[in-house]
């Protein structure tokens, strides 16, 4: 089985620090105040994506300004040191050593992924990886289709997991089974109507997947 994990939110406990640094950013630039909420909806999207969501109309200079800025807040930000979420690591060093491949679909940017994964000498860590900024930006499945393919799977040997309706629906315009964690971005109750296979409270168990798949 390929697994295919969405990163912010889902492995990564960085949502507050997303949230912080994009109205840090639209702050920065005279822009309106930004809620919580409002920034939490846009997580998974990619950036230049997550800014037209937030600010619909905004110019390709306004895009590029408030996406350098606020990546410039997200690098400067060393205060919030991200970790993974409670038994993510372990859970996914077992789910390795078990002989399952491990690949990220994230909306974040080549070079910010490397630098995190870095930051967790974890740059080794997983078989394959796909960006927003070098793909389409989820919900489009094109993400999903490049592991696939890069692979040699098909839809119904591999699952994706994440936390927002963006991961959902990429991947059930993929026909791939997915699984949805209700810690991250998005509120649980949004996530059930996409049909996930397994709803997580805790990472770990996403193991008893495996054992469903063995009956």
């Given at each position: 089985?390929?697994?295919?994990?969405?990163?912010?939110?889902?492995l990564c406990?960085?949502t507050?620090?997303?949230?912080?640094?994009m109205?840090?950013?639209a702050h920065?630039l005279?822009?309106?105040?930004?809620?919580?909420?409002?920034?939490?909806?846009i997580?998974g999207?990619?950036l230049?994506?997550?800014?037209?969501?937030?600010?619909?109309?905004?110019s390709a200079e306004?895009?590029?300004a408030?996406?350098?800025?606020y990546?410039?807040f997200?690098?400067?930000?060393?205060?919030?040191?991200?970790?993974?979420?409670?038994g993510?690591?372990?859970?996914?060093?077992?789910l390795?050593?078990?002989?399952?491949?491990?690949?990220i679909?994230?909306?974040?940017s080549r070079?910010?992924?490397?630098?995190?994964?870095?930051?967790?000498d974890?740059?080794n860590?997983?078989?394959?990886s796909?960006?927003?900024?070098?793909?389409?930006?989820?919900?489009?499945?094109?993400?999903?289709?490049?592991?696939?393919?890069?692979?040699?799977?098909?839809?119904?040997?591999?699952?994706?997991?994440g936390?927002?309706?963006?991961?959902?629906?990429?991947?059930?315009?993929?026909?791939m089974?997915?699984?949805?964690?209700?810690?991250?971005a998005?509120?649980?109750?949004?996530?059930?109507?996409?049909?996930?296979?397994?709803?997580?409270d805790?990472?770990?168990?996403?193991?008893?997947?495996?054992?469903?798949?063995?009956?």
């Amino acid at each position: 089985m390929l697994f295919i994990f969405d990163w912010d939110g889902t492995l990564c406990d960085s949502t507050g620090k997303i949230v912080r640094c994009m109205q840090l950013a639209a702050h920065k630039l005279g822009l309106r105040e930004l809620e919580d909420s409002e920034v939490l909806n846009i997580i998974g999207l990619g950036l230049p994506e997550a800014v037209h969501t937030l600010f619909p109309g905004a110019s390709a200079e306004m895009v590029g300004a408030l996406s350098r800025a606020y990546s410039d807040f997200f690098i400067a930000d060393e205060q919030s040191q991200m970790t993974l979420f409670s038994g993510v690591e372990e859970t996914l060093h077992q789910l390795r050593d078990d002989g399952y491949q491990l690949t990220i679909a994230t909306g974040k940017s080549r070079r910010g992924l490397a630098r995190i994964l870095e930051s967790l000498d974890m740059q080794n860590f997983f078989h394959g990886s796909r960006c927003a900024d070098e793909t389409r930006s989820k919900p489009d499945p094109a993400m999903l289709h490049e592991l696939l393919a890069e692979f040699g799977r098909a839809s119904a040997d591999a699952v994706m997991v994440g936390d927002t309706e963006y991961d959902m629906e990429m991947a059930r315009r993929a026909n791939m089974p997915r699984i949805a964690v209700s810690y991250g971005a998005h509120a649980i109750d949004r996530l059930r109507p996409y049909e996930p296979v397994m709803c997580l409270d805790h990472f770990p168990d996403i193991k008893n997947l495996l054992g469903r798949a063995e009956d």
